[in-house]
């Protein structure tokens, strides 16, 4: 559908990460260079020291960040290790983290013991202390935190400039204007929360270093927990910072490029409808469809195509005499920009080019000489909507359903790429991080189970992470395919491994089936869908779901039975496991057991037993040391988790949903020799209702029908 190839470097996935690491200067000391104490949180530090007391002064001298001990921010295999590390913390329920750490300077201005005042003068004793400022989560390699085992998402929040008056209904004070918003990254809230707090830190460390007596007694650990309770801990498990939704790659990419114009308490009544609005700063900044169908709608948005937020503002792209700029919306507002088109589409039947300045749009007979074009077609839109084949036939309200809907598709067992692609399929399955692709021409070495590795022509090796099939927050799978061997020739760029939803590098959410518009017995009435037998027994629309059963044996009890009876099978007699891999389980089925003391029969212990949820296979045990119980004080010895795979066949009262906002519940599932066909005999899969077509305007599904068949019977052109 788009022509123009898109690159990727102007693409921000995620426009908290790159802001957030400088703020804690994570790459300067990665890279062994001084920490600069006039930026990000030193820069805040620095003023907020020297701190003096009635009988002493505290100075910063150093500062530092200290990564987990597990990994070694200067190997090759950096990432790697870090996205395996991120992945334990996952499972043990722990925050992965970094710590500030300062050095500071204590001096006393006691006189010594014994020792009065010399000529009106104190004398002066120093003394060096290391302290902890406070401990903040690191970002993972998918640009997501992982606080207390949950993956989590920073999101934009976007500020007033100006107080407006709220109790005044002023269409005109347009609240929604980007000029008038500031788009405030991660590490933006970080500072302003910690201004906000530097003078009760201050206040705080006066009064501890009051109640001292002597430096070699001073103790800063109460104001570490204090930082951590009221700055760190609130912002990253608040409302700017949700948990991951990991149900499919675009879900994962759209939230990681969420803002939301709430106000930070959830309250949405007592905003205005001028501030939910489209407003024309939004144009190339802000996706003008992909918006919640909640309370929220209009006040949770997302970044559009290849906009990126600098010194908080959204710039959008756009082309001058062949050059990138990148305009603020204060900047678009006094230049001319006409759109991104063929130059048989530049004039309109009026033989003028149509033009906009200042949100206004207009025809003029001839372009001015210093005008702007916009870099991307369909730029106004943001990643889901641009997935959307002929999305300019669809009314807008279909449009944002379908943006929605495609966040809600599950990982397939055997998923397809879209005969009909928007060309952007290829640049999702390469910001979502699922596919692995390569960065240099070379030859593989080595397949392995963790990672893939290719020669150079320099003989130089690079590594590639890949994963084996894991369970998401959402209950989906994620995973990777390897699609090379050893041996093989790679060119750069090209796909070595696929996700769970991407097949040879591009973004597969679902599969190309035949439909079919009619009625159907009044099967389809409404929204019902028609479908053939034969997407059940051929697993064509057979959903992939990994369940993470934990069980945890906490102090006082153990999986080790003394029942040593000959019908005690050999798993319950070792570990208290009940199962093993490769074993399939139906729901209610024993998977562990433990056991402790029982008050009342001292020869009979209590036992409790892990019951399997659903119907599956089991692939894999774990046990796991050093977990934190979520759930409560009692402390946790070790943890066994079982992860059973489920495939879920297509039934009745399921979910089907197409691109343009076509959605329906299965009513019927029929036999394929009962189902409509076509002239050779060949049955349709899905019968959709032809009321859902022209009554929603989304005629773009008509045309991919078109089209797909057209792609499918190639002789039907001639």
């Known amino acids: 559908m788009f022509e123009d190839i898109i690159d990727i470097d102007d693409i921000c996935l995620s426009p908290h990460q790159k802001a957030y690491e400088s703020f804690l200067q994570i790459n300067r000391l990665i890279k062994g260079e001084k920490p600069d104490e006039n930026i990000g949180l030193y820069g805040l530090l620095s003023k907020i020291f020297p701190i003096e007391s009635k009988h002493f002064c505290l100075c910063l001298e150093d500062y530092q960040i200290v990564f987990p001990g597990a990994i070694d921010p200067q190997s090759p295999e950096y990432l790697i290790n870090l996205d395996s590390l991120a992945w334990a913390y996952c499972n043990r329920g722990a925050t992965l983290q970094c710590s500030a750490e300062l050095t500071l300077r204590i001096e006393s201005r006691r006189a010594p013991v014994n020792q009065g005042v010399v000529n009106g ?4 004793t120093f003394r060096q202390i290391p302290h902890c400022f406070a401990t903040f989560p690191m970002f993972t390699p998918r640009g997501t935190f992982i606080i207390k085992g949950l993956e989590r998402v920073p999101i934009v929040r976007m500020k007033s400039v100006i107080q407006f008056d709220t109790t005044i209904n002023n269409k005109n004070s347009f609240q929604s204007d980007l000029k008038m918003l500031d788009a405030w990254v991660f590490s933006d809230q970080l500072t302003n929360i910690i201004c906000k707090n530097a003078l009760k830190y201050k206040e705080l460390l006066i009064r501890l270093l009051d109640k001292t007596d002597s430096a070699e007694r001073i103790s800063l650990n109460p104001l570490t ?103 603020s919306p204060e900047e678009e507002a006094r230049a001319w920009v006409v759109p991104k088109a063929d130059s048989i589409y530049d004039r309109d039947i009026s033989d003028q080019f149509l033009i906009r300045q200042a949100g206004e749009v207009c025809a003029v007979p001839e372009l001015p000489a210093d005008v702007y074009r916009d870099k991307y077609s369909a730029q106004f839109l943001g990643l889901a909507a641009n997935l959307i084949p002929f999305v300019q036939h669809n009314d807008n309200n279909r449009v944002m359903m379908g943006a929605k809907n495609m966040k809600q598709a599950l990982p397939l067992l055997f998923p397809e790429a879209p005969l009909i692609k928007t060309g952007r399929e290829q640049l999702l399955g390469r910001l979502c991080g699922h596919a692995v692709f390569t960065r240099n021409i070379g030859h593989v070495k080595e397949v392995m189970e963790d990672k893939i590795v290719v020669l150079k022509k320099d003989g130089q090796q690079d590594f590639y992470g890949i994963q084996p099939i894991r369970p998401t927050g959402h209950r989906t799978i994620t995973s990777h395919r390897p699609l090379v061997k050893k041996g093989d020739r790679v060119e750069e760029g090209q796909a070595l491994a696929d996700g769970a939803c991407t097949v040879n590098g591009e973004l597969a959410l679902g599969v190309n089936l035949l439909v079919a ?3 159907y017995y009044g099967l389809n009435f409404e929204d019902g869908i028609v479908i053939s037998d034969r997407l059940v027994n051929e697993d064509v629309l057979t959903s992939l779901h990994l369940m993470d059963i934990p069980f945890d044996v906490y102090t006082g009890q153990h999986m080790e039975s003394t029942d040593t009876r000959s019908e005690m099978n050999e798993f319950t007699l070792k570990k208290g496991v009940l199962c093993q891999v490769d074993q399939t389980v139906q729901k209610g089925d024993r998977l562990f057991v433990k056991y402790q003391k029982n008050e009342s029969d001292i020869r009979s212990p209590e036992r409790t037993y892990c019951h399997s949820p659903i119907n599956g296979t089991i692939i894999n045990i774990l046990h796991e040391t050093g977990c934190v119980n979520a759930t409560g004080s009692q402390p946790v010895q070790y943890r066994k988790r079982c992860w059973i795979l489920e495939k879920r066949k297509i039934e009745v009262g399921d979910k089907l949903m197409g691109r343009h906002g076509n959605k329906g519940v299965v009513a019927r599932i029929i036999k394929s020799e009962k189902m409509p066909h076509l002239q050779d005999g060949t049955p349709v899969d899905v019968i959709l209702n032809p009321h859902g077509v022209v009554s929603r305007m989304n005629l773009g599904q008509i045309l991919e029908t078109h089209m797909g068949w057209i792609l499918r019977h190639p002789s039907f052109l001639s």
């Open 121 to 124: 003068d104190i004398r002066k």
């Open 225 to 327: 927990h204090w930082i951590q309770k009221s700055c760190i801990i609130p912002l990253f498990t608040g409302e700017l910072c949700p948990i991951l939704d990991d149900t499919n790659p675009l879900s994962e990419i759209s939230l990681k490029r969420k803002l939301t114009t709430k106000r930070g308490t959830g309250k949405t009544r007592s905003l205005m409808p001028e501030r939910r609005g489209v407003h024309a700063s939004h144009y190339g900044r802000i996706c003008l469809v992909e918006t919640p169908e909640s309370e929220s709608i209009g006040l949770d948005l997302h970044l559009a195509l290849a906009a990126r937020i600098e010194n908080k503002k959204i710039l959008s792209p756009l082309q001058k005499d062949g050059n990138t700029i990148w305009l």
């Open 517 to 519: 518009y009619m009625p």
